[in-house]
T-cell receptor
Framework: AQSVTQLDSQVPVFEEAPVELRCNYS??????LFWYVQYPNQGLQLLLK??????LVESINGFEAEFNKSQTSFHLRKPSVHISDTAEYFCAVRAPLWPGGSTLGRLYFGRGTQLTVWP | EAQVTQNPRYLITVTGKKLTVTCSQN?????MSWYRQDPGLGLRQIYYSMNVEVTDKGDVPEGYKVSRKEKRNFPLILESPSPNQTSLYFC?????????????FGPGTRLTVL
């Protein structure tokens, strides 16, 4: 089965500082990786995703994540954060096939990382 | 506007009183799913549906029912709610169950069972 570990439950940083939110996954099959963001009192929005190709993927608001197959990681980074980036961030994996062979389309989430940006 | 809607957004009820949380999407998506979000546990899948009349259990299905009679709707039913079902619930949909399809989430329903 697939699993996702987000190593930090809380990450406080000051505005304009760089940040890295860590995500590791375990899977016996190839997976597809996503970062979702949840702003206060809102639903989840897709931030970026890795399906194939370049291992570095970027979002429109300055975040990037790098897929590292050997380290089974998909860490999220931003060189300079803003107060508006304060939110909870979820890493998720979706496998094309279960080991049993059936495609279920399920999405597995990590426990989330609360990013708080202070002025 | 393409969206997933949920109703109600907030609900306080008592143990044992049946309730339904509705979910509707206007994107003609085949795949729909329900998650619950609890502090420190992230999101866990309750039930999902690959298409009309096709539903299956996720990781935490106990105490819940679903139905998928129409493509756009996927209600979550709690026949006899209990306090351990107090949670934040999200409905999501995607074009299909394929791994590369993005899942779109509703705004959430905060349920409190007393």
């Amino acid at each position: 089965a697939q699993s996702v570990t987000q190593l930090d439950s809380q990450v406080p940083v000051f505005e304009e500082a760089p940040v890295e939110l860590r995500c590791n996954y375990s899977s016996s099959v190839s997976v597809y990786l996503f970062w979702y963001v949840q702003y206060p009192n809102q639903g989840l929005q897709l931030l970026l995703k890795y399906l194939s190709g370049s291992t570095l993927v970027e979002s429109i608001n300055g975040f990037e994540a790098e897929f590292n197959k050997s380290q089974t990681s998909f860490h999220l980074r931003k060189p300079s954060v803003h107060i508006s980036d304060t939110a909870e961030y979820f890493c998720a994996v979706r496998a094309p096939l279960w080991p049993g062979g059936s495609t279920l389309g399920r999405l597995y989430f990590g426990r989330g990382t609360q990013l708080t940006v202070w002025p | 506007e393409a969206q997933v809607t949920q109703n109600p957004r907030y609900l306080i009820t008592v143990t044992g009183k049946k309730l339904t949380v509705t979910c509707s999407q206007n994107m003609n998506h085949e795949y729909m799913s329900w998650y619950r979000q609890d502090p420190g546990l992230g999101l866990r899948q309750i039930y999902y549906s690959m298409n009309v009349e096709v539903t299956d259990k996720g990781d935490v299905p106990e105490g819940y029912k679903v139905s998928r009679k129409e493509k756009r709707n996927f209600p979550l039913i709690l026949e006899s709610p209990s306090p351990n079902q107090t949670s934040l619930y999200f409905c999501a949909s995607s074009l299909s169950g394929n791994h590369y399809n993005e899942q779109f989430f509703g705004p959430g329903t905060r349920l409190t069972v007393l």
